[in-house]
């Protein structure tokens, strides 16, 4: 894919930009999927809601939607493991890494720094990708731990 000139400096400006690393993970109708995400922020407090920016040729998009539950896991800064391999095509594989559990039926990783668990209440295709807005239904705070950070194309432990 060529990229014109706004888009090359847009990609630069992104790789500069350092982020929280979370795995987004999901269940419906049986089938688990979770993938490595930089795209989530907080939406609001009032009620607390997140947002999810996920490409539409993602594995998981076919498992998320309206009504449905997904979970934010902000990785911590000695799951660089888990990141990478829910970040390929090794799907059978992503769930074998570290310690996951359930709350109900939404997949997490109990290792993780946090977990923010929510319902999909509004979604927004744009172009590549669709932004997901989810009302948070519970938190999982472990305390001790510092997050994971990529820049540059790597991720800062």
């Not at 934010?72 to 888990?82: E, F, H, K, R, Y």
């Not at 319902?119 to 997901?132: I, N």
Request: charged fraction near 15%; aromatic fraction near 10%.
């Amino acid at each position: 894919m060529a990229f014109n000139s706004l888009q090359s400096d847009f990609l630069e400006a992104m790789r500069n930009y350092t982020s929280t690393v979370a795995v987004l993970s999901a269940e419906h109708n049986g089938v688990k999927q979770a993938m490595t995400a930089t795209s989530v922020a907080s939406l609001s407090l009032d009620p607390p809601s997140m947002i999810i920016s996920v490409n539409q040729e993602a594995s998981i998009y076919n498992i998320l939607g309206k009504g449905r539950n997904f979970c934010v896991n902000v990785l911590s800064s000695n799951q660089v493991d888990l990141a990478e391999v829910c970040s390929k095509n090794e799907e059978e594989s992503r769930f074998e890494v570290g310690s996951w559990s359930a709350f109900n039926n939404i997949p997490y990783n109990s290792d993780s720094l946090i977990n923010i668990f929510c319902l999909c209440f509004d979604l927004s295709e744009q172009t590549t990708h669709t932004v997901f807005f989810g009302e948070v239904i519970k938190i999982i705070n472990s305390k001790g731990s510092t997050p994971l950070l990529y820049r540059e194309g790597r991720y800062i432990e």
